[in-house]
């Protein structure tokens, strides 16, 4: 099993910048890819940006590409999301989640951590 624990969220105009950090407890963190998702009021769960086991490939939403970088140290287990750029699109909750290598899809996530809000002002 494993716990992941989401902080760095928060309130920033757009064109500003966040970092999100994803800490998870468990030995087996590095046995998943990992992967950020978000939540926008009244809409479903999409998928932002993932990265392998290994941390040798990265993966995004077509939505964040060029703007948002997902990176990990598996030796502190832990995953962040660096997010420039931002618009108030972006608004919503981030989760923080393990599962597939090169999976997008809600369903290959097999933890999943509590949300970290992000609010972006125009």
């Known amino acids: 099993q494993v716990q992941l624990v989401e902080s760095g969220g928060g309130l920033v105009q757009a064109g500003g910048s966040l970092r999100l950090s994803c800490a998870a407890s468990?030995?087996?963190?590095?046995?998943?890819?990992t992967g950020w998702l978000r939540q926008a009021p009244g809409k479903e769960r999409e998928f932002v940006a993932g990265i392998i086991r290994s941390g040798a490939d990265t993966y995004y939403a077509d939505s964040v590409k060029g703007r948002f970088v997902i990176s990990r140290d598996n030796a502190k287990n832990t995953v962040y999301l660096q997010m420039n750029s931002l618009k108030p699109e972006d608004t919503a909750v981030y989760y923080c989640?393990?599962?597939?290598?090169?999976?997008?899809?809600?369903?290959?996530?097999?933890?999943w951590g509590q949300g970290t809000q992000v609010t972006v002002s125009s």
């Open positions: 989640a393990v599962g597939v290598d090169y999976c997008s899809r809600y369903g290959c996530y097999y933890y």
């Open positions: 468990g030995r087996t963190f590095s046995s998943y890819a």
